[in-house]
């Protein structure tokens, strides 16, 4: 009679002692024969790395000069260079991809055809003590498991090293004090992922052992059923299977759970910091001024030829008391100095808007300017408003101006 409890045999109790350099470098030995081909998939993600930078940078360059000098020819070139690197790294995409999924089909060949050989050269002893569903797991499932690994793991993790590297030297490069304030969160994220790391794979581990388990509890009862049939075991049989079945669910609940802890956790530590963070806030320049003074949040100087008009950003969004209006109104000293003024001026800012402040000037000197990060551009003024209501009327009270010098003082 096929035996009716299923303990788990010495390599399944052993899994968590597996030292991860020592396993790595086992399965890393799989790749030497393909070396070249996983050179090139480096070589191909480190390029489309590169490419994937160049899309944020056309669009910062867009957002913060094209756009607002109105230049349609830098427009149109910003847009014809991030569709030509958009089209080059789908092709690039692509070769990795076929690249990778070669490597892990190969790969997986080459591992089940020598678990497949160390099988045969075994002693009948060794199946004695080893039920064949579990066997079969080895060369199937866990295989499978490894082909996941090698085609969409190795190659990529490299791949998204490089991205991150060239990344973290971009913003260094752009702002370093401003990117020190965004991996203020690196050691929480860190932390973070190596405990998720551990609980995941003892939870992965969990669920090939019970996936180990039910296969060898089916194949030994379907290849012995007659065996069980005759000894009347069908309803002990059931139960057994759905114990080990809901052992099997409640690793993939746990697995599941593990993640949906983790992903929420990292958007909470995805914290961007203001990328005006360093811009001070509208404030008072002497004892009796009556505007604050507001400064440019641009990310590099601002070039401004000359009669061009610039819509500066300033990384102010407001909410207003009600019952109050702020206007926006020229510096005199960027207007004597440099020639620089305000469009429409002033510019009323309601109470009800909450979108970002931004201010339209005009270069009226002979020669271009440049608007630098942190400057101060403009001036803002607070008050209270008073509404009224307008009433028609058959005539006006009398003044002594009357409707003289519209326009004027009158004089």
């Known amino acids: 009679m096929p035996a009716t409890d299923i303990q788990p ?119 004695d003590r080893n039920p064949v569903g579990r066997l079969m797991t080895r060369v199937t499932n866990d295989v499978e498991v490894l082909n996941q690994l090698f085609s969409s793991g190795i190659v990529t993790v490299f791949g998204d090293v490089f991205t991150l590297v060239f990344i973290v030297g971009v913003m260094l490069w752009m702002d370093w004090k401003l990117a020190l304030v965004a991996f203020a969160v690196m050691p929480f994220v860190i932390l973070v992922a190596f405990l998720f790391r551990a609980k995941v794979r003892a939870a992965y581990r969990d669920i090939r052992v019970r996936l180990a388990r039910i296969n060898a509890f089916l194949q030994e009862r379907i290849t012995g059923v007659s065996v069980v049939q005759i000894f009347g075991q069908e309803e002990e049989t059931s139960e057994k299977f759905e114990a080990i079945n809901r052992d099997h669910l409640e690793a993939h609940l746990r697995s599941i759970t593990y993640y949906a802890l983790f992903f929420p956790a990292i958007e909470i530590l995805r914290l961007r910091p203001e990328e005006d963070a360093d811009i001070p806030l509208p404030r008072y320049m002497s004892e009796h001024a009556a505007g604050m003074d507001i400064c440019a949040a641009v990310s590099e100087p601002l070039p401004v030829d000359r009669g061009r008009i610039a819509l500066i950003p300033t990384g102010l969004a407001v909410a207003l008391p009600a019952g109050t209006e702020a206007q926006v109104r020229p510096r005199s000293g960027l207007a004597i100095k440099r020639g620089i003024g305000l469009i429409n001026a002033p510019g009323t800012i309601d109470s009800d808007y909450r979108g970002e402040v931004r201010v339209p000037l005009i270069n009226h000197d002979r020669s271009p300017q440049t608007i630098g990060h942190g400057e101060r551009i403009a001036q803002m003024v607070v008050a209270r408003v008073a509404r009224i209501h307008w009433s028609p009327a058959e005539r006006l009270p009398e003044t002594a101006r009357g409707s003289g010098g519209f326009g004027s003082t009158g004089r």
């Open 9 to 127: 045999a010495h390599e399944e109790e052993a899994l968590g002692k597996a030292y991860d350099a020592r396993l790595m470098r086992r399965l890393l030995q799989y790749l030497r024969p393909y070396r070249w081909k996983v050179v090139l998939g480096v070589a191909i993600l480190l390029v489309t790395a590169g490419l994937e930078l160049l899309g944020p940078y056309f669009t910062k360059v867009a957002l913060d000069r094209a756009i607002p000098e109105g230049d349609m020819e830098l427009l149109g070139l910003l847009g014809l260079l991030y569709l030509g690197a958009l089209v080059f790294t789908f092709a690039l995409s692509y070769g990795q991809q076929i690249i990778t999924t070669w490597l892990g089909q190969r790969i997986m060949f080459d591992l089940r055809r020598q678990i497949f050989g160390h099988l045969q050269r075994q002693s009948l002893r060794y199946f």
